[in-house]
């Protein structure tokens, strides 16, 4: 839901873009605004390094995992 300050920004902005005649200046604005999403998206998502152990017990291996297989027996001496 929009507050009303938002909806007064938004209708400002609009009525401010209107004004703009000049298609490279509506293109220069349009450009302005992917960056600006890009800027807000890429800062909102930062990535941490993942510490040391954190997949601790995330995964379980077999208790004959270092056993030989059956299907290689032909090949072993």
Same mark, same amino acid.
């Given at each position: 839901? +929009? !507050?009303? @300050? /938002? *909806?007064? !920004?938004?209708?400002? #902005?609009?009525?401010? %873009?209107?004004? @703009?005649?000049?298609?490279?200046?509506? /293109? $220069? +604005?349009? *450009?302005? #605004?992917?960056? +600006?999403? %890009? &800027?807000?998206?890429?800062?909102? &998502? &930062?990535?941490?390094? =993942?510490?040391?152990?954190?997949? &601790?017990?995330?995964?379980?291996?077999? =208790?004959?995992?270092?056993?030989? +297989?059956?299907?290689?027996? $032909? *090949?072993? =001496?």
């Amino acid at each position: 839901m +929009l !507050t009303q @300050l /938002q *909806y007064n !920004t938004d209708n400002l #902005i609009y009525s401010k %873009v209107s004004m @703009l005649y000049s298609e490279q200046l509506r /293109q $220069e +604005l349009m *450009y302005y #605004i992917d960056y +600006l999403l %890009v &800027k807000q998206f890429s800062s909102t &998502k &930062k990535r941490q390094k =993942p510490q040391f152990g954190c997949a &601790k017990g995330s995964f379980v291996l077999a =208790p004959d995992f270092d056993e030989p +297989l059956d299907d290689f027996n $032909e *090949y072993m =001496p």
